[in-house]
């Protein structure tokens, strides 16, 4: 694993506070443990977040308030029954997503009473691969198979290239507590068939499949920031030649992107795709969550309809087509 002090040093100054997201699981404990032996130590606030979902969840919130006054740093613990609000507010979401999207909620608040904008994770390297099988079984875009990276957005994610048996070696091995999630087991639940009964068997085809896959990933990551490069040049040209054009009249306090159909066609297919996907990112909070193929191929086919002044939106996507030029 990378130096842990290295890396906080890349994305912290020296009084930052340090926002760890903690289960009390074996990977968050692990994280808040070696945090402790860095020069951070007095800077850490160690969040909890009660789903409410396990009777343990309580004796979990006062170990960690235990603990941090063992070992003087800070606490943050909220809750909310997760099952209720589903129930009454997101029927058709599932009870994991909902559960995410509240604790991250928390996450964020956190940060602003501590005023500041990042927040660290304990995702490991078995993490990054069950979610890269995972979103494969979904059809993800690039962004779903890289799934994870050292820094994106608000996450710091500093575990990335360590193995699950790499932290419970050491934590056992140091007689270090953490707690154990019973449902982590339950295989009904798709992710940990994918981690019980999926990912192991690639031990028998090769011991090294972890370092491969996560190898693979990483050649997956740079091939997105090329057509990442490629899609947004394409569309800061094409931005600047219809603005100097003075062909259309353009409000320029209005954040607009457009670009002419016929250069749009001139793309390679994968091009056009990327340039859809990209449009539908930017404008769906960097999100490419609901967009499908079938989406992409409905939105280019809008582009060369030959019905002039429509619109099209897909989710938060709304393209609108000018005779010659799409704005979105």
């Known amino acids: 694993m990378k130096n842990l002090e290295q ?96 604790r991250y909620a928390f996450f964020s608040a956190v940060c602003q009473i501590h005023e500041t904008n990042k927040v660290i994770l304990a995702h490991h ?53 953490y707690s154990i999630d019973e449902t982590n087991t339950d295989t009904t639940i798709t992710r940990n068939y994918i981690r019980h009964e999926i990912v192991p068997k690639f031990d028998r085809v090769n011991s090294n499949y972890k370092e491969n896959i996560s190898n693979m990933m990483k050649y997956l990551e740079e091939v997105k920031h090329h057509l990442d490069n490629e899609v947004t040049d394409f569309l800061e040209e094409q931005w600047v030649e219809i603005f100097n054009s003075k062909k259309y009249k353009i409000n320029t306090l209005e954040i607009y992107w457009y670009f002419y159909i016929e250069a749009f066609n001139k793309l390679s297919d994968l091009l056009q795709r990327e340039v859809i996907r990209h449009c539908y990112y930017i404008t769906n909070w ?30 938060q996507l709304k393209m609108k087509k000018e005779n010659t030029i799409i704005i979105f």
């Open 7 to 102: 890396i906080l040093e890349k994305y912290y100054w020296e009084n930052d506070p340090i926002i760890l997201g903690c289960s009390t699981g074996p990977d968050s404990m692990y994280l808040l443990y070696k945090i402790l032996e860095t020069k951070y130590a007095k800077n850490l606030v160690a969040c909890y977040f009660n789903h409410k979902l396990r009777p343990e969840a309580d004796d979990e919130e006062i170990f960690l308030e235990n603990l941090a006054k063992e070992k003087w740093f800070q606490v943050e613990i909220a809750d909310a029954d997760i099952k209720s609000i589903k129930e009454r507010l997101y029927p058709n979401k599932g009870i994991e997503e909902v559960a995410r999207e509240k």
């Open 125 to 177: 390297l078995d993490d990054k691969i069950e979610t890269f099988f995972f979103n494969l079984t979904r059809w993800s875009k690039l962004t779903g198979l890289i799934n994870m990276t050292e820094f994106s957005g608000w996450i710091i994610r500093p575990l990335l290239d360590l193995s699950k048996s790499d932290i419970l070696d050491y934590l056992n091995e140091n007689n270090l507590k």
């Open 286 to 315: 960097n999100s490419t969550i609901w967009l499908s193929e079938a989406n992409i191929a409905e939105i280019i086919r809008f582009i060369n309809g030959k019905n002039n002044k429509t619109e099209k939106q897909i989710w």
